[in-house]
């Protein structure tokens, strides 16, 4: 089982990232994908989550934090067994290590403790 994030870097206040998560070893679509992000000196908190199973009617479910709301947008492509996050208009509080993860359920839950597989992390910074 693995999830494996790319496409971190460093970018200007008001610039754009997207990020990947490509996943293997798993039956994808059986699983909530959500990415996470941790800054130095802070919890864990949830960004973004989406149901990946096109045999419910859940399918494209997402969920986001307040605070990326209107900037962030989670997608899925179940042939690629991917699961994207396109961040528009960073912020500086923008700046974390981003890590995917997954859960087995049919259900979008924001909760890290649920989630049983996680990525290696990918670090976004946001600066001038």
């Known amino acids: 089982v693995q999830l494996v994030e790319s496409g971190g870097g460093l970018v200007q206040p008001g610039g754009s990232l997207r990020l990947s998560c490509a996943t293997s070893g798993f039956s994808f679509e059986d699983y909530v994908i959500g990415w996470f992000r941790q800054a130095p000196g802070r919890q864990r908190e949830a960004v973004a989550s989406?149901?990946?199973?096109?045999?419910?009617?859940?399918?494209?479910?997402?969920r986001y934090a307040d605070s990326v709301k209107g900037r962030f947008t989670i997608s899925c492509d179940n042939a690629k067994r991917t699961v994207y996050l396109q961040m528009n208009s960073l912020k500086p509080e923008d700046t974390a290590v981003y890590y995917c993860a997954r859960v087995y359920s049919d259900y979008i839950t924001a909760s890290p403790d649920e989630y049983d597989t996680w990525g290696q992390g990918t670090q976004v910074t946001v600066s001038s």
């Open positions: 989406i149901n990946t199973n096109k045999r419910t009617t859940r399918y494209g479910t997402t």
